[in-house]
């Protein structure tokens, strides 16, 4: 069987380098090793693979997603990175594949870059945040895109922002990715099923990160209609195995994929994330 890691970060230093000198904070993702496309890093990256048995990485920026005003410079980020993303999977294509990044707000330009992706770069679809500047990636603003990705028969890999839960005495940055990423995961399920996705596009492939958050504790009347949905999970729950257990639960195994935060996720720790997927 081959073991596919779906939820693997790589930041192209072209694209970080350009989205810091335009203002863009990117000191979440900048130095974290090896995460970077320099050609030592993705050696690192493959012999990590290697030792932990992962046959192939699906790469994905997020969450540095293009920020930058005024908006139409995030068409060139996004150009940029995807590029970028391209050139490192070309050096593995056997090992590595990429979901491409997109300038939204922007729907036209996007759907240029979507165009890009897809049929000149060879992406295997997009990696998109559940919300940006407050608002649903879901909302019908973007039903243009989300017609183009059905058309395509893209993978969708919703992965979070960052954004934070609110107010709390904690050191703020660790509420965005401890509690915040799992509010912003539990919010694009319901966002999903309330916007009828998977009937109305259903040959989109979406995979929602971090297990999809704490939607396998809601209600048993949504816990239905994400049963009988198209939405995938991957397996990235910090090593939770109650969270991956509910999940299993309510949609199967055939439903959750490997997710590891590479490389956030790496040395024992990754080689732990895959034995629990295995398990």
């Known amino acids: 069987m081959t073991v596919t890691d779906w939820h693997a970060h790589l930041w192209p230093r072209a694209y970080c380098d350009f989205l810091a000198s335009r203002g863009q904070d990117c000191s979440h993702q900048q130095g974290v090793v090896p995460g970077d496309d320099s050609a030592a890093m993705l050696r690192r990256r493959l012999q990590q693979m290697d030792d932990c048995g992962i046959d192939r990485q699906v790469l994905n920026a997020a969450a540095l997603y293009p920020g930058l005003a005024p908006p139409r410079q995030n068409a060139r980020a996004a150009r940029l990175a995807n590029e970028a993303m391209a050139e490192a999977v070309g050096t593995s294509p056997d090992r590595f594949a990429f979901l491409g990044v997109l300038p ?79 509010a912003e995961q539990t919010t694009v399920v319901l966002d999903w099923l309330a916007a009828d996705m998977s009937h109305r596009f259903p040959r989109i492939r979406p995979i929602v990160s971090r297990a999809g958050g704490a939607c396998f504790l809601l209600d048993p009347d949504t816990l239905r209609d994400v049963a009988t949905s198209t939405l995938c999970f991957d397996s990235h729950t910090q090593g939770n195995t109650a969270a991956l257990g509910l999940a299993e639960r309510h949609v199967g195994r055939h439903r959750i994929l490997l997710g590891t935060d590479y490389p956030f996720i790496r040395d024992a720790r990754l080689a732990e994330a895959v034995r629990l997927f295995r398990h």
């Open 104 to 182: 939204l707000p922007l729907v036209a330009e996007s759907l240029r870059e979507l165009d890009h992706l897809m049929n000149h770069l060879g992406a295997r679809g997009v990696v998109l945040p559940p919300a940006l500047h407050g608002t649903s990636t879901l909302r019908p603003h973007y039903d243009p895109l989300y017609a183009a990705l059905d058309d395509a028969r893209a993978v969708l890999l919703y992965h979070p922002a960052g954004t934070r839960a609110g107010a709390s005495l904690c050191d703020p940055d660790a509420v965005a990715w401890s509690v915040g990423a799992i």
